[in-house]
């Protein structure tokens, strides 16, 4: 009698780490749905290790004309492509994975400084200039425009998720904008002029409104040299705050964009809240080169003579930048809660703060995992990694001192490494564009010694432990040569590719975009 083979336990996978049959599995269809995302994250953690301990291959994408300078890229919801502005005052739209440019978008007056691709559509976008223009180009389309009526820089966009609403930061402004109509139909101003909005985001599921505002230096010098602790900070009313009073150890200082129908043309008639419109302000012109080294956690980095290290070849567009936020030695992030569309009060300091000083120099020093749950920002000498959820809003989760200038900063799609992208800090045949750390997860509080329980002896154990609790491990640096790039450039950008192993992405002063695989 024909002995009958058994059958192979396939369907278990939740239990396999065999990558080798995961591929099987997935190539055979036999994978049931509960243990599909077991599989796939498997999978995807595989592959973001493989990218980030080889050895790279560089490949450049291809930017027809002379873009002069590329200072950021963005990646569609779907993940086939770049949108990235130049200092030719254009936004080039190309293929990831051809690298093959598709489109060039030219109109803007200045220089685009800030682009955002909508959430749910791949071929809506957005581009504000440094000139205070904004506009939302549609790539099967044309493109509607709006001018900042102070003409000044639009330092940061964001589009909601689902309600047809784009919010821009101006000047101390935020404008809440339905572009199908001629002007936006909110306007909200921070306390003072000198107080700059140089950030704004949503969150993943447009639950968040994140921003990015410059401390008051003259209030900012008072609280370093009396050295108070920052204040607590406290939620809407609408979310309990029922997470314990921060200490001054742990306080301190790409969105799941699923693909979708095309956005809502819904209005304002969701989004309700006081509207205020704040002064001009005139600034002196002020170019500084930041050649100091720091590090800190956002609780004493006073340098209002070195805010700035823009990186750009074209000297006009240099001072537009520093013009409007000379004065600025760092800035504070707010989490504002917009599930039920409330206009947020900017003017509010001490409300929602996830990190109090921080450095932000464009869209790419701030980096909001998938999930809405994390955010990652620069700091003069340091990249730390904080919570976003309510509970928990501002805890440091991870943290990793950089001997160099922090210009960008990218979590994976994993979300278990981050990209820190350096600016050079002098000039040689190569150096460190940027570092790749591995986010590991916290010790356990059962895996804590108690206080109770120690001695002389596993004290240090104890020191030990809350020494490295937070901290990022080194994985490798990322080196660029001047001999394969030519001249002494400097990364504006580095981001990782949308999918994971799929490649590590960056722009340059001179205009190159290329990636890393």
Excluded at 367 to 388: E, H, P, Q, R, W
Excluded at 481 to 489: D, E, L
């Amino acid at each position: 009698m024909e002995q009958v083979k058994e059958r192979p336990e396939l369907l278990h996978c939740n239990h396999s780490h065999n990558i080798l049959q995961n591929l099987m599995l997935r190539d055979l269809g036999l994978l049931y749905y509960k243990c599909y995302k077991t599989t796939t994250r498997a999978l995807e953690s595989a592959a973001e290790m493989k990218l980030v301990g080889r050895k790279h291959r560089e490949l450049e994408y291809d930017l027809p004309g002379y873009p002069r300078a590329t200072f950021l890229m963005v990646f569609s919801p779907d993940g086939t492509k770049i949108a990235s502005a130049h200092g030719n005052h254009s936004v080039y739209i190309t293929d990831v994975a051809t690298r093959k440019n598709i489109k060039i978008l030219s109109g803007h007056p200045r220089t685009p400084w800030c682009i955002a691709f909508h959430p749910s559509s791949s071929y809506i976008l957005a581009s504000g200039c440094l000139g205070g223009q904004v506009r939302v180009w549609d790539l099967r389309d044309d493109s509607k425009v709006w001018n900042a009526t102070s003409r000044t820089v639009i330092a940061s966009l964001a589009f909601h998720p689902s309600e047809k609403l784009l919010v821009i930061a101006t000047n101390n402004q935020i404008h809440f904008w339905d572009w199908s109509r001629p002007e936006p139909f909110a306007v909200i101003s921070t306390k003072s002029t000198i107080e700059k909005v140089r950030y704004v985001a949503f969150d993943n599921l447009g639950k968040k409104l994140i921003t990015g505002i410059g401390n008051n230096y003259i209030r900012e010098s008072r609280v370093f040299r009396s050295r108070l602790r920052p204040p607590r900070t406290t939620h809407n009313s609408q979310v309990p705050c029922n997470h314990p009073e921060r200490t001054d150890q742990n306080e301190a200082i790409q969105s799941s964009r699923t693909m979708g129908p095309e956005p809502s043309h819904s209005t304002q008639s969701n989004l309700h809240g006081s509207v205020s419109v704040g002064n001009d302000e005139s600034c002196i012109l002020l170019y500084p080169y930041n050649s100091r080294r720091g590090t800190g956690r956002g609780r004493g980095e006073l340098n209002p003579l070195h805010e700035e290290d823009e990186r750009a070849p074209s000297s006009e567009d240099v001072s537009a930048v520093v013009l409007n936020f000379s004065g600025i030695s760092s800035y504070r992030v707010q989490a504002w809660d917009f599930s039920k569309g409330e206009i947020p009060d900017i003017k509010n300091s001490e409300k929602n703060v996830v990190i109090h000083k921080c450095k932000i120099r464009n869209d790419a020093s701030i980096n909001i995992s998938s999930d809405g749950k994390l955010l990652a920002t620069c700091f003069m000498g340091a990249a730390g990694v904080y919570s976003l959820q309510w509970e928990t809003l501002g805890e440091e989760i991870y943290w990793a001192e950089v001997y160099n200038s922090v210009i960008s900063v990218s979590i994976s799609p994993t979300q278990e490494h981050l990209l820190v992208g350096l600016a050079r800090s002098a000039i040689g045949k190569e150096y460190t564009m940027a570092i790749i750390y591995r986010l590991t997860h916290k010790q356990s509080e059962s895996n804590k010694p108690r206080m109770q329980d120690l001695d002389f002896n596993n004290l240090a154990k104890y020191l030990h432990f809350m020494s490295k609790r937070n901290t990022m491990l080194w994985v490798r640096d990322l080196l660029q040569s001047n001999q394969s790039t030519g001249g002494h450039t400097s990364i504006n950008c580095i981001r990782w590719a949308p999918q994971p192993g799929q490649g590590l992405i960056y722009a340059t002063n001179t205009g190159r975009l290329a990636i890393l695989h």
